[in-house]
């Protein structure tokens, strides 16, 4: 489905993934949260030049969001207790 999104492309520009997943953060406060920590993604420079433009590789975005999924998961388990996939189907 990313791939869709992204017409192909095996690289996202930092501008569309935050556009897209973040619209929160600009992608100087996103860059900021990759350098800290605070995101857990990597990201990609297109060259070795500090001016190169940057990128998330689609397989990256979908590892995060799959993470983010399996954290919610897990917090919807404990809150609910075992019959939350019950609910998460029906």
């Keep these: 489905m990313l791939l869709a999104l992204y017409d192909g492309a095996p690289i996202a520009s930092v ?3 935050c556009r897209d997943f973040f619209s929160h953060l600009s992608p100087v ?3 900021a949260k990759v350098d800290h920590w ?3 993604i ?3 420079r297109i060259e070795a ?3 190169s433009a940057k990128g998330v590789h689609i397989s990256d975005l979908a590892a995060w969001i799959d993470e983010r999924r399996a954290v919610a ?3 919807c388990k404990a809150l609910t207790g075992s019959g939350a996939r019950a609910h998460l189907t029906t």
């Design 42 to 44: 990597p990201v990609v």
């Design 15 to 17: 501008d569309a993934v």
């Design 49 to 51: 030049s500090q001016k």
């Design 38 to 40: 605070e995101i857990s």
């Design 29 to 31: 406060k996103f860059l």
């Design 73 to 75: 998961v897990r917090e």
